[in-house]
């Protein structure tokens, strides 16, 4: 049994991964956690990211992720992390302006976004680095590369 149920909303056009694969980034995640998680994840257009991220976060433009978590006043089963809206024109776009394969960035965003859902943050260079630490590793057992090294065009 998987331990993540992911419910994937397409309300952008372009393409995108197939459901599997979110539920395969997912379950790599979480795959520390001894209980199976819920999440919602919404592949957006960069009219409805910039929209969500002014209204949320009060940063103007679009943005490749966003999380939203999910606290429940009374134990839930399965858990329900709570939402991920990932922004498909600008992962394609930062894909391509990094030099990086796309799937691998999708990958990498759902890894970050999931981290978020847990309470992993990137505020200051501590929570930064043990966040880095950990996408760096639960990608790796994906076979994809440190997204934070540079990558040379």
Known sequence: MAK????????SEGDSPEISLFEQWVDAALMHL????ELSIRLVDTE???????????????TNV???PFESPVPMEPR????????????????????KKLNDHWTHL????????LGYDHIDDEEAEEM???EINILKTLDIDNPYR???P
């Open 4 to 11: 993540s149920i992911v419910d994937v909303q397409l309300a």
């Open 34 to 37: 001894d209980e199976q998680c």
């Open 48 to 62: 409805e990211s910039a929209e969500l991220n002014s209204s949320y976060r009060d940063k103007a433009g679009p």
């Open 66 to 68: 966003l999380s939203f």
């Open 80 to 99: 329900l992390l709570g939402d991920l809206i990932i922004c498909v024109p600008l992962v394609e776009r930062e894909a391509l302006e990094q030099n």
């Open 110 to 117: 759902v890894v970050h976004g999931c981290l978020h859902l």
């Open 132 to 134: 880095e630490a950990l």
């Open 150 to 152: 540079e990558i040379l």
